[in-house]
């Protein structure tokens, strides 16, 4: 009898036995130094990092959510600002927002890439914001100053930037991406004339080394990139207690450095990172080819100005949750990224925000399925993923047999 292979929604082993040997000469390098805190492996990384997003400086940080609070106040939103972003992103986004004293309000997503719609932020601009006397903008909702943007490269794909930056100029507004999920994610800027790479683009751009993440630390860490010298002397010092020189506080900061040896451990993952990044590609591309014109699912989207690294790899189908049951039966992994939109979670709930306010988001909350992806991912393991999705799928009824469009299609309504 066949016993049928179990897959798991990612494999954090296997990279690291693969490095086992140079991922411990790093720790062994930083107990014969004591080279714990801050030192040379953490310049290396920063150094190496910012060459591989084609920016002059990064930062590294304690963790994602602390780099993308940094680069924020770092930009200059102040207490009491509006900061723009999606309701589709893991919370850290917003409680980054929150916790450098702003507010985030919401702006929905679109339907096929999941991405900020540029649609929606320019009717948002237009409609739901004034100029007060001083010439700032104000949002209608709650009567404060519209600052800054957080577009999020969800699931490893860039938002149009382009798009973004166009508008964030036009009235006066920062960007500041939230590229956690997007390590080398590429964006054929028309502006520019050249493929840009995630964190390149805004003013400073937010990286978590989370250990599921492209590019994975062994623990906690983060870092900003940025083009702006002084946005990055702003975030050294907010990182180090707000300190210029050894007790010389200029502000009060944060301890938010990044420990050397996640540096170092971060440092040696990097040169494989644009390796692994053409693997999940590669999957995501095989993944494409094997579920194409099973009309139950709907596949990613990547527009042609983008080139995703797949963090995740999303699929949309109306039984989500049977599915998942079903893929569960078999031993297969599968997660939901992410299941409630921000703007109905509980811990929003003072923003008094209604499911009809942001419907795509919500709707897309409801169908979508993260499906096993990581580099190592084999051949055999993404054949039996599909299989058994097609053996779910089979037993849908067909709608379009009933004379029903199914709402998968891609001419879907989002009103
Ligand atoms: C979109 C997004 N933003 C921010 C973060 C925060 O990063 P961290 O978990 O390193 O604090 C994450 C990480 O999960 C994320 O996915």
Known sequence: MRIPISVPFLDLVTPHVELEQELTEVFRQALLTAGFIGGPMVEKFEKGFAAFCGVTDAIAISNGTDALRFAIMACGVRPGDVVLTVPHTFIATTEAISQAGATPEFIDIDEHTYNISV??????????CTWDKSKKLISRRNGRPVTAI???????????????????????????????????????????????????MGRAAAFSFYPGKNLGACGEAGAVTTNDFEVADKIRILRDHGQSKKYYHEVEGYNGR????????????????ANWNNQRRDHAAEYNRLLAGEEAVRLPYEPSWSRAVYHLY??????????????????????I?????????KAYASLNYRSADLPVAGRVAGEILSLPMFPQLTAGQQARVVEEILAFTSRIPSKRAEGRETSLLPTEQTA
């Open 337 to 345: 990224h992410y299941p409630i939109p921000l703007h109905l979670q």
């Open 119 to 128: 649609e929606l932020l320019e009717r948002f601009l237009k409609e739901q």
């Open 314 to 335: 999303v699929i949309r189908t109306e039984d989500r949750d049977g599915m998942i049951d079903h893929l569960k039966k078999v031993a297969i992994g599968t997660g």
């Open 150 to 200: 957080v577009p999020v490269h969800l699931y490893g794909q860039m938002a149009d930037m382009d798009s973004i930056l166009r508008l964030a100029g036009h009235y006066g507004l920062t960007v500041i991406e939230d590229a956690c999920q997007a390590h080398g994610a590429g964006y054929f800027s028309q502006r520019l004339n050249r493929w840009m790479k995630a964190g390149s």
């Open 258 to 273: 990044l420990d050397a040896i996640q540096a170092g451990l971060l440092h040696t993952k990097l040169a494989h990172l």
